[in-house]
């Protein structure tokens, strides 16, 4: 019964605040990602996208004041990760956090718990352009956005890569082995993924020159939030690098993003 109603509150909001087609037609054109969905994909994110609006408070800090095309920038972004995964994914949260430019933060608040591999508290900090939080905020720098935007990423994509640690945080801490659907085989991603972070682990530390960003070598967490990203923003580039690792990624967000680049559609809707 619960269920039936927050889908009927859901359809009312997506009724009735729908985003306004110019301001969506406008972010479409400027965000590279979203150019590249088809005609009804695209529909289908402005929906999702609407009910994020309502279901999740963006705030600006440190005097910035981000307007409704910043706010859908954001929200939007985010939402191409959950495109065919449904609205639920990001449910537990409310929180985004926007700095202004990159941000300080105690590097025990990083790990947890304020202690540092040898027990003693780690006094030191770190400057970030984005954070995760299990349970809690996604962090985020706008000018690490906006340069992404100018630049249309070349692989990175900051918004992807955070709200992907979210979805990796649905299980438990983030790991890079996020809920598998049914019909996928558990073996295979953790041993696909594996596989393919132990080879990049390797090719880093020989120094040998790869296609894939060295931080994705920092951990499982982090390998998987920055293969997203390229799957997303260079899908050729990863499918090149591990076309196992693409086609595990295209199950588990169930888009197939290379298919986007052979034809680019005219942003209509
Ligand atoms: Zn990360």
């Not at 359809?11 to 306004?20: D, G, K, Y």
Request: charged share 20%.
């Amino acid at each position: 019964m619960l269920r039936v109603l927050a889908r009927y509150h859901r359809a009312r909001i997506i009724h009735h605040q729908r985003i306004p087609f110019g301001l969506w037609h406008d972010v479409c054109q400027r965000v590279d990602v979203l150019r590249r969905l088809t005609a009804p994909e695209r529909a289908r994110l402005r929906l999702l996208t609407t009910l994020f609006l309502h279901e999740k408070r963006i705030n600006g800090v440190q005097g910035l004041v981000l307007n409704r095309e910043m706010e859908v920038i954001i929200a939007a972004q985010a939402c191409v990760l959950i495109l065919n995964l449904g609205p639920n994914q990001f449910d537990g949260w409310v929180e985004v956090v926007v700095y202004p430019d990159a941000f300080r933060v105690p590097l025990g608040a990083l790990y947890g718990h304020g202690l540092d591999d040898n027990g003693l508290v780690d006094e030191g900090e770190q400057t970030l352009d984005g954070e995760s939080w299990q349970h809690g905020p996604v962090i985020l720098s706008w000018a690490s956005i906006e340069q992404e935007l100018a630049s249309e990423g070349r692989g990175r994509n900051l918004i992807l890569h955070e709200f992907s640690h979210k979805l990796d945080m649905l299980n438990g801490r983030a790991n890079g082995f996020p809920p598998l659907h049914p019909e996928m085989d558990l073996q295979r991603w953790s041993r696909v993924l594996n596989q393919a972070f132990i080879r990049l682990q390797e090719q880093v530390f020989h120094d040998e020159p790869g296609c894939i960003d060295d931080y994705a070598a920092t951990n499982p967490a982090e390998f998987f939030a920055v293969i997203s990203e390229y799957f997303f923003m260079s899908p050729s580039v990863l499918q090149h690098y591990c076309a196992e690792v693409y086609e595990q990624l295209c199950a588990y967000y169930r888009q197939d993003p290379l298919s986007r680049y052979a034809v680019l559609p005219a942003v209509t809707q």
